[in-house]
């Protein structure tokens, strides 16, 4: 098993590593020059529906800079709604009169994205943060990873052009060692598996296997499987595990303007172990019943043959 991974090389996020001020990706981008800008194409040229979805959890605050920094080309804009106790929905209707607003069924950040994805209708689905860290403004580069032959976009901010002013040293080792497992355990070459911003035909959804219905009532506290935050690891495992081509985007990470984060890392970190471990666990189950099924059809065959 494997999956091929590449890179490709943002021009725009080239900033110190003391963060620098936001911007829109401006101008061309690399690899179809006269094709691709942050507003969308040029006359004469294909342009794919792009749903971007949004989870949020009383980000109020922060979604007026977050819709700024949308590119105006965007198909549809998916704001999954985690029950906010603010005024997120009705701020996000104000914004934009076209969103679409989703309340999550279940808990979690991963339940979020299962619900927008499963509502998403445009041929390429982003996932934005809602807390302004992420800069939607970078949407064009991932667009074109697609473009370029792309599975699954992944962004990195640890390759050339990427970065962050918003992680810790230990959350930055904790990702380090848990991408290099992943590696290892799913022979892939991932720089940043904990980051959240990503794009995707929307044709793969399958592949990720996330679960939107269930008899679980909203509210009961309860999750399950990939609901949290370790919804990303579960994605990139998946992917790598499903064959999809991937290319890492470089991306530039910004504090959180508003509000304090949920994550927490010590616990989400855990699960984001456990996840990885108890995929690879479970695939190499899966892998082997399927060579076991596919001996016992072979033999049934050829016995059948020589009767």
């Not at 989703?102 to 339940?111: A, D, E, F, L, P």
């Not at 497992?181 to 991932?190: I, M, P, R, S």
């Not at 794009?199 to 008899?215: C, I, K, Y």
Request: proline share 6%; net charge neutral; charged share 20%.
């Amino acid at each position: 098993m494997g999956v091929r991974v590449e890179a490709i090389h943002n021009p725009a996020q080239s900033m110190p590593s003391g963060g620098a001020p936001r911007q829109n990706i401006v101008g061309r981008l690399p690899g179809q020059q006269d094709q691709l800008t942050a507003d969308g194409p040029v006359i004469g040229e294909p342009w794919p529906t792009v749903s971007v979805v949004i989870p949020t959890l009383n980000e109020a605050r922060n979604l007026p800079h977050v819709f700024a920094q949308l590119p105006p080309s965007v198909h549809e804009v998916i704001v999954v709604d985690g029950h906010s106790v603010d005024d997120t929905v009705a701020v996000a209707r104000q914004l934009r009169p076209d969103v679409v607003i989703i309340r999550q069924n279940r808990r979690g950040k991963g339940n979020a994205l299962a619900c927008g994805f499963e509502a998403a209708t445009g041929d390429i689905i982003v996932m934005v943060d809602a807390d302004g860290s992420a800069d939607p403004g970078e949407i064009p580069l991932f667009i074109q990873a697609l473009l370029d032959g792309a599975d699954f976009a992944k962004g990195t901010r640890f390759a050339a052009g990427g970065g962050s002013c918003d992680i810790t040293r230990l959350r930055r080792l904790g990702n380090w060692i848990l991408s290099a497992l992943v590696n290892v355990l799913c022979h892939t070459k991932y720089s940043d598996l904990c980051y959240g911003y990503n794009a995707f035909w929307q044709r793969h959804v399958p592949a990720f296997g996330l679960t939107v219905n269930s008899d679980i009532p909203a509210g009961s506290g309860t999750r399950l499987w990939g609901d949290g935050f370790e919804v990303e690891t579960l994605i990139n495992i998946r992917v790598a595990q499903a064959g999809l081509k991937v290319i890492e985007v470089p991306s530039y990470e910004h504090e959180r303007i508003h509000g304090v984060s949920n994550l927490n890392a010590a616990s989400d970190g855990w699960r984001v172990l456990r996840t990885i471990i108890a995929e690879s666990y479970y695939h190499h189950r899966r892998v082997l019943t399927g060579t076991e099924s596919a001996a016992r059809s072979v033999a049934r065959r050829q016995k059948a043959t020589v009767r």
